[in-house]
């Protein structure tokens, strides 16, 4: 993917990009929504093959970002593991967003496409409602935070627990080579 969509440009990631998605990650009030990974965790995972890390530019600056896990995997689920944007309110999220579900339905066999979301996040659901994922219910306690400044390891339990979100396409038909690059709107 390396496409421009109203003066964004939408490629993949690259080593000189981990400052730019530490920062932002880290910006003040994301820790509620998202987690954060030290140096050494994006450099590996840059380097494997099961993640997938996409960036938005304006005007050559970063300004988002996204790490796609279980690229290309067997079970053609993929999942969405982190967005981020450095400005919000913008529509870069919304935009990067749909790129990069096209660009995983386009160039993998993917059949389906997940991410989770804090049930709370109603900025991020408003986005991922708009791109046509659709809430799948909540898994408690699925995911583990630790919040500031008191650093105490939050579990997120039944009151906050993650709303499944996902997107489904239908199969590819047989012999239609635009097949892979299609999928239908009825997640
Ligand atoms: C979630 C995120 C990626 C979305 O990207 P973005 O560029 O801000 O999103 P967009 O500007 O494309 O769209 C935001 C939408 O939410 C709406 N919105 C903003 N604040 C809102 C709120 N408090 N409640 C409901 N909707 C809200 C906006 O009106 C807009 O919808 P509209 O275009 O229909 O008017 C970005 O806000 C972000 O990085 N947030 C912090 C990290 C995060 O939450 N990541 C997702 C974790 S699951």
């Not at 009030?29 to 840059?46: E, I, M, N, Q, T």
């Not at 909540?138 to 997107?167: K, N």
Request: one cysteine or more; aromatic letters at 10%.
């Amino acid at each position: 993917m390396n496409n421009k969509n109203a003066g964004i440009t939408f490629e993949r990631a690259s080593k000189g990009d981990v400052p730019f998605i530490m920062a932002t990650e880290r910006t003040d009030g994301y820790d509620a929504f998202v987690g954060r990974w030290d140096k050494a965790r994006h450099l590996a995972a840059l380097d494997d093959r099961n993640y997938a890390y996409f960036i938005a530019r304006e005007a050559d600056d970063p300004v988002a970002f996204t790490i796609v896990r279980d690229w290309a995997s067997p079970e053609r689920a993929t999942c969405v593991k982190r967005i981020v944007v450095s400005r919000p309110g913008n529509g870069v999220g919304r935009r990067l967003l749909r790129a990069v579900v096209d660009t995983i339905f386009g160039d993998t066999h993917a059949h389906r496409v997940w991410l989770g979301v804090f049930p709370e996040n109603a900025r991020a659901r408003r986005v991922y409602e708009a791109i046509g994922f659709k809430a799948g219910g909540i898994a408690r306690g699925s995911a583990f935070l630790r919040r500031r400044p008191s650093r105490r390891a939050d579990h997120v339990g039944a009151q906050a627990g993650m709303g499944g979100v996902s997107a489904t396409r239908t199969p590819p038909r047989a012999g239609s080579h635009t097949a892979r690059a299609r999928y239908a709107p009825r997640w």
